[in-house]
């Protein structure tokens, strides 16, 4: 089992979440993050003044998909949210040791 990690643009969460759907990926966390990467922040004005924008607001999306789909999820998020641009984001793959559901103590894949 791996873990998939995407750290995306906020407007691309629907669109993420769609795909995810229409491939039968049902399990899914979302949180709103901030940070940066190599663009470190930008700058922006707001009434006249500049300040500067340190940590970038984006989505972070995290799924626990059985080994056979791993390809398929990461190229499905690709596929919908790549714009071309710096600060398309990150996805990120670990692997899963174990999973149990709590409710019935089930581990493995078939707890997903």
Not at 22 to 29: A, C, M, V
Not at 70 to 98: C, N, Q
């Amino acid at each position: 089992m791996f873990k998939i990690e995407a750290f995306i643009q906020p407007s691309k969460l629907e669109k993420a979440r769609e795909v995810l759907q229409s491939i039968g990926i049902d399990g899914l966390t979302v949180s709103e993050v901030r940070g940066h990467g190599r663009q470190k922040g930008h700058r922006e004005v707001y009434r006249g003044r500049e300040y500067d924008v340190d940590f970038i607001h984006k989505i972070k999306l995290e799924t626990v998909v059985p080994d056979a789909r791993k390809d398929e999820v990461v190229a499905a998020l690709v596929e919908a949210v790549r714009t071309g641009a710096i600060g398309d984001g990150k996805i990120f793959v670990s692997a899963v040791v174990d999973v149990i559901r709590i409710r019935d103590d089930a581990h493995g894949e078939s707890a997903l």
